[in-house]
């Protein structure tokens, strides 16, 4: 299984951005799936996920409310809508999607409860 995460760019604050990542190989049957976000020589961090089972989302609360993370079933692809952007969104940004059982929603931003990782979109916020 490959995550093809694609996307990114350089916009400017105030800016939209749609983030995609579709699932490719052998077919995936994710019960998760999730973003999260990398600035260079700071550990990575969870921006937003979305699990079928339960329909459950979780953001971060530095995205709350200005990103929205849907998906595509037909397309296997998840989406994550960024709006409002700032310079402090500047980041690579990763998708990641699990195949485990449904877990609490609180685990859905932890790296490990994933088996799958994109290779990164860079997302660039400056004026």
């Known amino acids: 299984v490959q995550l093809q995460a694609c996307g990114g760019g350089l916009v400017q604050p105030g800016d939209s951005l749609r983030l995609s990542c579709t699932a490719s190989?052998?077919?995936?049957?994710?019960?998760?799936m999730a973003w999260f976000r990398q600035v260079t020589g700071k550990e990575r961090q969870f921006v937003a996920a979305?699990?079928?089972?339960?329909?459950?989302?979780k953001y971060s609360e530095s995205v709350k409310g200005r990103f929205t993370i849907s998906r595509d079933d037909a397309k296997s692809t998840v989406y994550l809508q960024m709006n409002i952007l700032k310079p402090e969104d500047t980041a690579v940004y990763y998708c990641?999607?699990?195949?485990?059982?449904?877990?609490?929603?609180?685990?859905?931003?932890?790296?490990?409860?994933?088996?799958?990782w994109g290779q990164g979109t860079l997302v660039t916020v400056s004026s």
């Open positions: 990641a999607a699990r195949e485990g059982p449904r877990i609490i929603t609180g685990l859905l931003s932890a790296q490990n409860s994933y088996d799958y």
């Open positions: 979305f699990q079928w089972s339960g329909r459950n989302t």
């Open positions: 190989g052998r077919t995936l049957s994710p019960s998760a």
